[in-house]
């Protein structure tokens, strides 16, 4: 991984950091629950879309701003953004794939709330709440120098 000689925000990376950590940890509970008790239950659906919107905004946020530093503006799509970090060499080409997909998941989340399959809600905290633990190390590893 290339030095990266750029400055970003620390606090503001630490502080949404904390809230895909927090999100994450508390997700971990609903994604423990079997598919069937999971979608029965409304208030968990409900849970569990709110924090998964919370840990995505959280994590668009830190590549918007890590997108800024590095090409002097923020992208006009959330989901290209990760599309940057993959080119600086901060996170894989696989990963940046699979975050772009829960960019475009937060979309659904925030305009066509009541559509989204909660099938699908569950799907994702079984496959991709480690992603988001994998962006926040590989984040961590292309700042560390300015920690």
Same mark, same amino acid.
Request: a negative charge; proline letters at 2%; charged letters at 20%.
């Given at each position: 991984m290339s030095q990266h000689h750029?400055?970003?925000?620390i606090d503001l990376l630490r502080q949404r950091g904390e809230e895909i950590r927090r999100a994450t940890s508390l997700l971990a509970r609903?994604? %423990?629950?079997?598919?069937? &008790?999971?979608?029965?239950d409304q #208030?968990?659906?409900?849970?569990?879309?709110?924090?998964? =919107?919370?840990?995505?905004?959280?994590?668009?946020s830190i590549c918007t701003h890590l997108s800024a530093r590095l090409a002097g503006k923020a992208p006009a799509i959330y989901a290209q953004c990760f599309q &940057?970090?993959? #080119?600086?060499?901060?996170? #894989?080409? &696989? =990963?940046?794939?699979?975050?772009?997909?829960?960019?475009?998941?937060?979309? =659904?989340?925030?305009h066509v709330y009541g559509e989204v399959d909660d099938n699908r809600v569950w799907e994702i905290l079984q %496959?991709? =709440?480690?992603?988001?633990d994998t962006y926040l190390s590989s984040v961590g590893e292309a700042i560390k120098d300015q920690i």
């Open positions: 750029w400055y970003v925000n609903h994604a %423990s629950i079997p598919m069937n &008790e999971f979608v029965a #208030t968990i659906v409900d849970a569990a879309k709110y924090r998964l =919107l919370v840990a995505i905004e959280a994590a668009i &940057e970090l993959v #080119t600086a060499g901060i996170i #894989t080409q &696989e =990963l940046g794939g699979r975050l772009e997909r829960m960019a475009r998941f937060r979309n =659904l989340l925030v %496959s991709n =709440l480690q992603d988001l």
